[in-house]
């Protein structure tokens, strides 16, 4: 059975960047795209992915909001979320970590290390 990945970003080509790099991990994945917000967490409750790739811009919610709801609901609270973002100013990392991220990786993507995090968080599962 794949592992079910949530990439949310409200970029189409960032997605279609992630989704490159998640195919050349040799997992067996199912890939949900979300590019809001609130599709980020109605997609998080209703299939319950193992891990979130949240982008922390997006509108209606960014993704800090957006990480603190999925961690104030008990369905999605111990769903691990990765932080994918451009923000790699001085204490963005733990802003990040603050609103209920697992981990920080900043754009553009190191695949290696997107790789080696997606790798460590399913297993982990």
Do not use: F, H, W
Not at 63 to 90: K, S
């Amino acid at each position: 059975m794949p592992n079910l990945i949530l990439v949310a970003d409200d970029n189409p080509d960032n997605i279609l960047l992630l989704k490159r790099v998640l195919r050349r991990t040799g997992l067996e994945l199912e890939i949900l795209e979300a590019n809001s917000g609130r599709d980020t967490i109605r997609l998080a409750i209703d299939r319950l992915p193992e891990l979130i790739l949240l982008d922390m811009k997006m509108p209606d919610m960014d993704g800090y909001q957006t990480a603190a709801a999925l961690r104030g609901d008990e369905t999605t609270e111990n769903i691990p979320i990765v932080a994918v973002t451009a923000q790699a100013m001085l204490g963005d990392r733990e802003k990040a970590i603050e609103a209920g991220c697992s981990e920080y990786v900043t754009k553009p993507i190191d695949a290696a290390l997107l790789t080696e995090t997606v790798k460590r968080y399913l297993a982990k599962k």
